[in-house]
């Protein structure tokens, strides 16, 4: 029988633990805030933000965004995100992704602090995280190593596929599961017979955003099968990258969606808040 992963359970217990750390810092006159910055008229972004919003409420974190126009430039991009930088009230800075594709968004990643990038985006902490140093682990790969820890499921000498190569996600997991101690191979858009890969994986994690492109034929039995991808199949129904129904037939943990990879994504969000606003960032 498989055991089907709660990340919405886990994420609650996440919050309410991180509520305790939170009051404990308000105690000590330590105000943790989250400055989030959306451009344009996204309504994914919308529904991501929204929710961001709704942990922070839960968890204590104060919450201030910042909506800016499809029309904004670059250099009004840019200043904003040095505002904040400067400002000490705030711990932490978000910019939701897309952006309007005239503006830069490396650049604006890089221009935030590192000591506030609570996503895990800025070179640096992408760097210290290669190097396995202490940093802003980017959340949705953190989210998936703390499912693991939470789950008992053990990473060392463990052969792990990760389907995708995004800055955001399946790069910061090879980071993350090498620093666990597994073997890991990663699969993409030019990968050959990527289920030769798959089928010989104890773990698949796949983030390439194709609705039940990972079928049953693709796991072997026993495997852990961690579905970050969220999409809508052919009925406008939210989905994950894995056929989860027939797949779960086969696997000894595996996660949903919704309810798996998502809330845990936005439960670490507000752990790297936590951290940072608990001096962390000045420790950098
Ligand atoms: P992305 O930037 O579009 O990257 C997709 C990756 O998948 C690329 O590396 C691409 O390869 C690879 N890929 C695409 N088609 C493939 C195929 N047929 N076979 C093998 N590899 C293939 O996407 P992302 O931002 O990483 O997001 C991936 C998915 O995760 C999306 O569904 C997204 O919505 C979801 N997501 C979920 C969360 C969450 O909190 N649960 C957070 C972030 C993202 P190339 O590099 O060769 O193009």
């Not at 053990?154 to 955001?168: D, H």
Request: with cysteine; hydrophobic share 35%.
């Amino acid at each position: 029988m498989t055991v089907i992963i709660d990340g919405k359970e886990l994420a609650k217990k996440i919050r309410q633990n991180l509520k305790i750390d939170c009051d404990n810092l308000k105690n000590k006159g330590i105000y943790p805030k989250l400055a989030v910055i959306m451009v344009g008229d996204n309504p994914a972004s919308k529904v991501y933000v929204r929710n961001k919003n709704k942990a922070c409420e839960e968890v204590g974190i104060e919450y201030e965004e910042f909506l800016l126009g499809e029309n904004t430039t670059q250099t009004q991009l840019i200043s904003l995100i040095e505002d904040l930088n400067k400002r000490d009230d705030v711990s932490g800075i978000l910019l939701q992704s897309p952006i309007p594709k005239n503006l830069d968004i490396n650049e604006a990643f890089r221009t935030i602090s590192y000591k506030k990038d609570v996503d895990g985006f800025h070179p640096t902490n992408v760097g210290k995280l290669a190097l396995g140093q202490d940093t802003f682990v980017s959340c949705t790969p953190y989210g998936v190593i703390k499912m693991f820890e939470e789950y008992n499921i053990e990473l060392e000498g463990k052969n792990v596929v990760i389907l995708g190569r995004s800055n955001i996600v399946g790069k910061p997991l090879i980071q993350c599961c090498l620093n666990k101690n597994a073997t890991v191979t990663v699969c993409h858009s030019r990968t050959k017979n990527l289920k030769e890969y798959t089928k010989k994986a104890d773990i698949v994690i796949s983030a390439i955003g194709k609705p039940k492109f990972v079928t049953a034929d693709m796991i072997k039995d026993g495997a852990v099968v961690i579905d970050v991808g969220i999409n809508r199949d052919e009925n406008n129904k939210l989905c994950g990258d894995v056929d989860f129904e027939n797949v779960k037939e086969k696997t000894s943990y595996i996660t949903p969606v919704p309810g798996g990879v998502g809330p845990m994504t936005v439960a670490m969000l507000m752990n790297n808040v936590i951290k940072s606003a608990n001096n962390f960032g000045k420790m950098l």
